[in-house]
């Protein structure tokens, strides 16, 4: 059964830094060769949107244009995680914070939710004074 983890949320200043972990697990190793993880936040009145995603075995990254800049995205071969490191965070940062797993045709990636078969329970991210 696959499941994802993340943990590392809380409250940050404006400012600040954060650092949010996906796990996955139950994942078979064939697989894992058209996974992509993606991350979304979601936040009242905004849905939820598409802050990255890493491909699994290449390693090829891609942004949400709210964050290039501010966030990395990388991920741990050996441990199977996926980390999301973020910089310079505001007020519009506030969301609960989500990391998905789905398979893609020749180990590319979406932006849409819709295409994430797996998802975690979400972490809250608060970025307030």
């Known amino acids: 059964q696959v499941q994802l983890v993340e943990s590392g949320g809380g409250l940050v200043q404006p400012g600040g830094s954060l650092r949010l972990s996906c796990a996955v697990s139950g994942v078979s190793e064939v697989t894992l060769r058209a996974v992509a993880v993606g991350w979304f936040r979601e936040s009242p009145g905004k849905g939820r949107e598409f802050v990255g995603a890493?491909?699994?075995?290449?390693?090829?990254?891609y942004y949400g244009d709210l964050v290039k800049g501010r966030f990395t995205i990388s991920r741990d071969l050996a441990q199977i995680t996926s980390d999301l490191q973020m910089h310079s965070l505001g007020p519009e940062d506030t969301a609960v914070y989500y990391c998905a797993a789905g398979t893609f045709y020749r180990s590319t990636y979406s932006s849409a939710p819709k295409d994430y078969t797996y998802w975690g329970q979400g972490t809250q991210v608060t970025v307030s004074s």
């Open positions: 890493i491909t699994w075995i290449g390693g090829q990254i």
